[in-house]
């Protein structure tokens, strides 16, 4: 049926706008359907159905298309009978209203596309939802209590004759219309990216105009101290205006952002859920083919993610989602017999911590048979049976992802083709996330995908250890605590606290960055309770340092297999923070604490040499820390222990020979090893430093040489034969 | 006979001319007795106790060896990272990845270059390069006989330049990341 020439303009947008009342409809059929609702919550549900078939009858007549408006007022009357008393929706009722959606929405967008001309009759489309339709006696039997003829009337209606004629274009509620008439903008992508560039340039220059007026305000209190008040008066009242008036400023470059932000997050993204509501339907149609019983629970789904994640992201879901109602759930009788609800639950969680997205897929199944695995695998030729007999359990469980895996021997609709999971860690990994796989023999499997995304700016806490101040994604900080003797339990190898009756381990920052030895918390250090994943940890940091609403970029190829860090984001004075990743910090920590055997402090100014020097000692065994000037240095061997410490002779503020005269002059650190080193060549300024009592001297130039790893042995051993 | 200048002027303008002259023959002279050779531009540093070399047309930029931030458990060749023109960009110890031990001086600038692959990263160095040219033929060459990143090439002064392959040298590494602890 042939749309008018004048409203085919409009008809694309009522698709668009259509499919998601549909969804909507869906959404309450499946609702519908399931047992244990109220009979207040039945009312409403159908109440909300019937208005949002009313609205898509309405649309569809006032366009023209009296095809779709038929089909609507079929569903509508189907609806009816349950109305009016209303009670759990009999499945065959669904399996009709579902299909007479679909075919609604087909015929939607072939009339989108300019196809309207080529479609069947629609006397033939409503002739084949009723030929689809069972008996109406057949559908009351099979939902309907006993003497209950609603549902039997409700199946009786899509099987009746056409409808009278439709409402009148006028007399339909355009409200689907109203936004669909609105015309649009197409943009590419590229040019939004580069416009939330220009918010993100725009969001360090307020940064940039906070730490400016801070500027001005040390320079009011500097001028005031000059003891000149009368003289400076002027001035400084000038200047203490304008930092006001930069302030200001700073703030409302802070509200344009935020606007500017929150309009361009409306345009680039949209909600998990328009993803996840339609794989509702598709759990229940397949889960009804194989005849299982399934349930999908969302949990997060109003988090908003780029709609290009999206749409890559669908066809992954998918993908879990058909895996796990065919290979993960058990059939209802097994469920029974293995003590499980015979509905098996699907979970889909999804949670955003700073510029990682974290999607979970997990089922109560049987879990993964890895016997079965082994078996399969080897059959498939997708490895030899000699290296089965090398893998771990974890190895031979990621042997799932392999291409041509697959454990079905027959191959049906929904899997047994070898393609499915090889296919998602692609799509995974083309997105640079990844995807792991745990289970549980009897009680189910998880899949947990970490991918990154780089839309707007999120809350990051700001800490310090020791001199390197660390991000932590604020979504993953549950609580902030200081330290007391009383919730602690100090153990040989780490320490726990008490925390909501549970014992969490306390993991210190500073050493878990490799920065410093591992170190009891002392009393009044801040812990902050990180959450990852369902784990918990108390986190010791040395101070927190405040929040601030960030924008996390991706690290550099160099260091982004570093798993400890997740991106990085730009701080007022345009130094970059490291944003640490939440599920590292909570993984397990036993296995990968090191037993250090020699212990070398590197002081130096220098970036570069430190990071050389670093290099050098850690290629020869040595665990590497490092202290930027000689009085961290010292603050450093309060609480640590070191074989050897390597230092800068010409350093600010204090120089190598003040701090070994500093080193000397403390009973622990009298005889400690200190090489100087130094890019003074000459024979005067070594004899110099060893004067001042250090145990070698090099040059730069013999450090290029490679000779500091032989001159450090050398130092350590003559020290130990002295001792 | 010679033509006396009258005035001042007319005496400056005579001595112009007259050097212009010079300059153009000087030139003439070049063209037809020698064919100008085939140049590569390079930018060149001391390494150590070396002189060392990147393609100029790699360079980006020279920048101020600071704002870098360190990575903690990082590879031992990066320094850190930094941020430059919007980007986050790693600071890498060239001489660590030469697999050289150190320089003669604390390096005090960065130079951000493309590392072949169309990524940038920042190198540092002791001070900012110097730029010059090799003889293209002398370049080639070197890179047929060179196997690894760094082409050894003499320059027309018989001085030993190491000039840096940036894609070689990159394309030889594996990922930055060292075993958390």
Redesign the interface.
């Known amino acids: 049926m042939p749309v008018d020439p004048l409203l085919q303009g409009l008809v694309a947008g009522f698709a668009v706008e259509a499919q998601e009342v549909v969804q909507k409809v869906t959404m309450d059929l499946l609702e519908l359907e399931r047992d244990g609702l109220e009979t207040d919550a039945l009312a409403k549900l159908y109440v909300r159905l019937g208005r949002h078939l009313h609205t898509l009858k309405g649309s569809a007549a006032s366009l023209g298309m009296q095809d779709l408006s038929d089909i609507a007022h079929k569903l509508e009357d189907a609806l009816a009978p349950l109305k009016a008393n209303p009670q759990k929706m009999p499945r065959p009722v669904v399996d009709i209203l579902l299909h007479g959606l679909d075919l609604f929405m087909l015929r939607a967008q072939a009339h989108a596309d300019g196809r309207g001309d080529a479609l069947p009759d629609p006397a033939a489309a409503l002739a084949q939802l009723v030929a689809d339709a069972p008996p109406p006696e057949e559908a009351a039997a099979m939902g309907a209590p006993a003497g209950n003829t609603a549902a039997a009337e409700a199946a009786a209606a899509i099987a009746s004759p056409p409808p009278s004629p439709s409402p009148s274009p006028a007399a339909a509620e355009p409200e689907a219309l109203a936004e669909s008439a609105d015309s649009g903008w197409r943009v590419s992508a590229r040019q939004v990216t580069s416009l939330m560039?220009e918010v993100?340039?725009l969001r360090e220059v307020r940064l940039r105009f906070e730490e400016r007026g801070r500027e001005l305000d040390r320079v009011v209190t500097l001028l005031a101290k000059q003891g000149l008040l009368a003289e400076t008066a002027e001035a400084r009242s000038l200047l203490a205006g304008t930092a006001r008036t930069l302030r200001t400023d700073g703030e409302e470059t802070g509200d344009i952002v935020e606007a500017l932000e929150e309009g361009l997050k409306a345009i680039t993204t949209r909600p998990v859920r328009t993803i996840l509501d339609p794989l509702q339907r598709m759990v229940r149609d397949l889960s009804r083919q194989l005849g299982k019983e399934a349930r999908l629970s969302v949990v997060g789904s109003e988090v908003s993610l780029d709609r290009r994640l999206l749409e890559k992201l669908q066809g992954a879901l998918v993908h879990l989602l058909r895996n796990a109602v065919d290979h993960g759930l058990e059939m209802p009788v097994q469920r029974e017999r293995a003590g499980k609800h015979h509905e098996g639950a699907l979970t889909m969680r999804v949670e955003q911590q700073g510029n990682l997205l974290y999607l979970e897929c997990a089922d109560d199944g049987a879990g993964i048979d890895l016997d079965r695995v082994r078996k399969v695998a080897e059959q498939r030729g997708v490895v030899t049976a000699e290296e089965t007999a090398r893998l771990n359990d974890n190895q031979v469980r990621d042997l799932i992802f392999r291409a041509g895996f697959s454990t079905r021997t027959d191959v049906t609709d929904t899997s047994g083709r070898g393609v499915g999971l090889d296919a998602v860690r692609a799509s995974v990994e083309a997105l640079q996330g990844r995807i792991e796989v745990a289970s549980t023999p009897g009680q189910g499997t998880r899949f947990m995908l970490t991918l990154p995304v780089d839309l707007g700016s999120s809350p990051v806490l700001v800490v310090r250890v020791l001199e390197?101040l660390v991000g932590l994604p604020m979504l993953a900080v549950e609580a902030t605590q200081l330290a007391r003797a009383d919730a602690l339990r100090l153990g040989k190898r780490r320490a726990h606290m008490e925390y909501q009756g549970q014992l969490l381990p306390v993991v210190d920052l500073g050493?878990?960055?490799?920065?410093r030895a591992l170190t009891p918390p002392a009393e009044g250090q801040p812990l902050l309770i990180v959450q990852s994943g369902g784990k918990r940890v108390a986190l010791a940091v040395d101070a927190v340092v405040g929040d601030r609403d960030l924008v996390i970029?991706?690290?550099?190829?160099?260091?982004?297999?570093?798993?400890?860090?997740q991106?990085?984001a730009?701080l007022s004075?345009?130094?970059?923070?490291?944003i640490c990743r939440p599920d590292?910090l909570v993984s397990d920590t036993e296995k990968?604490?090191?037993v250090a055997q020699r212990r070398a402090l590197v002081v130096?100014d220098?970036?570069?040499?430190r990071?050389?020097?670093?290099?050098?000692l850690?290629?020869g065994g040595f665990t590497v820390h490092?202290a930027a000037s000689g009085a961290r240095a010292l603050d450093r061997l309060q609480t640590d222990t070191y074989d050897v410490v390597i230092c800068d002779l010409d350093m600010e503020e204090m120089d190598g020979t003040q701090l070994i005269a500093k080193l000397r002059e403390r009973r622990e650190t009298a005889a400690l090893p200190v090489i100087l080193v130094s890019?003074h060549d000459s024979a005067a300024a070594r004899e110099r430093g060893l004067a001042a009592g250090a145990d070698g001297y090099l040059s730069?130039?013999e450090?290029?040489?490679?000779?500091?790893l032989a001159e450090v042995l050398d130092v350590m051993s003559r020290r130990g034969n002295r001792a | 006979m010679k033509v006396t200048p009258r005035t001042m002027e007319e005496a400056q303008e005579t001595e112009a001319r007259e050097l212009l002259e010079r300059r153009a023959a000087r030139l003439r002279e070049q063209g037809e007795t020698a064919v100008e050779e085939a140049v590569h531009w390079i930018a060149e540093f001391p390494l150590g106790e070396e002189r060392y070399a990147l393609s100029l047309e790699t360079l980006r930029a020279a920048l101020p060896l600071k704002m870098v931030s360190p990575v903690p458990l990082s590879a031992p060749h990066v320094v850190g990272v930094l941020r430059f023109q919007g980007q986050v960009l790693a600071a890498l110890s060239l001489a660590s990845l030469l697999g050289g031990h150190g320089w003669r001086q604390d390096p005090a600038v960065l130079l951000v270059v493309d590392r072949g692959d169309g990524e940038l990263c920042a190198l540092d160095c002791e001070a900012i390069p110097r730029p010059t040219t090799l003889p293209m033929s002398a370049v080639e060459a070197a890179r047929v006989r060179a196997e690894g990143p760094v082409m050894e090439v003499f320059t027309q002064d018989r001085q030993l330049i190491h000039l840096i392959d940036l894609k070689r040298l990159f394309a030889s590494r594996g990922t930055g990341g060292r075993n958390a602890r």
């Not at chain 1, 220098?606 to 040499?609: E, V």
């Not at chain 1, 990071?611 to 050098?616: D, F, G, P, T, W």
Request: aromatic content about 4%; glycine content about 6%; some cysteine.
């Open positions: 560039r993100e340039r390197q050493a878990r960055l490799g920065l970029r991706p690290l550099p190829s160099e260091v982004r297999d570093v798993p400890a860090w991106g990085a730009t004075r345009g130094e970059l923070l490291l590292w990968t604490q090191v130096d220098s970036l570069t040499a990071a050389l020097h670093r290099a050098m850690e290629a490092l890019a730069k130039r450090c290029a040489a490679g000779r500091l």
